[in-house]
């Protein structure tokens, strides 16, 4: 099983040539939902890699990040990735459909996520809402993934750089004490 729900299929392939370890996974769940990755990473730091990951696969977020807990929602990631660790290049979409997501550190999940991230290459375009306690929450903007300097005040996306929007949020933080408090 994964993340709770039967898995129908699994194949996983790996093999190391010319300095590359070269993968291709296929997971299909038994309800909804499927993980199908492959590319090869290089020992270099070179890497490219393709994602797909459909409705309940989305819980792989939970094998790779674990301060983040998928619980439930519909859903899609569609995502090209190549270059090095300090030049990625990401390009592909991720689509959320009423989708409740839990973070390791706040009180309480994230319900009816909805949106999409749409990544060209060298930044990412967010236009997610969701519902979190009382309020609502939306990420709006761009924002640039390796290179800071795209977004200068001279380009249109500085404007629209990503924005993060609360309404009628409740937090209660406790526990926070430090002398250099300002």
Known sequence: SYNDQPIERIAVKFNYAALNVNFDINMKLVEEGAVIASGNVGVFGNFNIKLN???????FINAINPT?????GKGSINLNADG?????????KVILDNAQVEVLGLPGKFTEVMGTIDFTRD???SKITSRFSD???ELNGFLPIEN???????SPEYQQALAINADKLK???RDISSDNFN
Request: charged share 15%; proline share 5%.
């Open 123 to 125: 930044r990412l375009l």
């Open 68 to 72: 983040v807990n998928w619980i439930s």
């Open 135 to 137: 309020g609502n929450l």
């Open 171 to 173: 937090l209660n933080i």
């Open 53 to 59: 990951v459909k409705d309940g696969g989305l819980a």
């Open 148 to 154: 800071s300097s795209l977004f200068t005040p001279e």
């Open 84 to 92: 090095t660790l300090r030049n990625p290049k990401i390009a592909g």
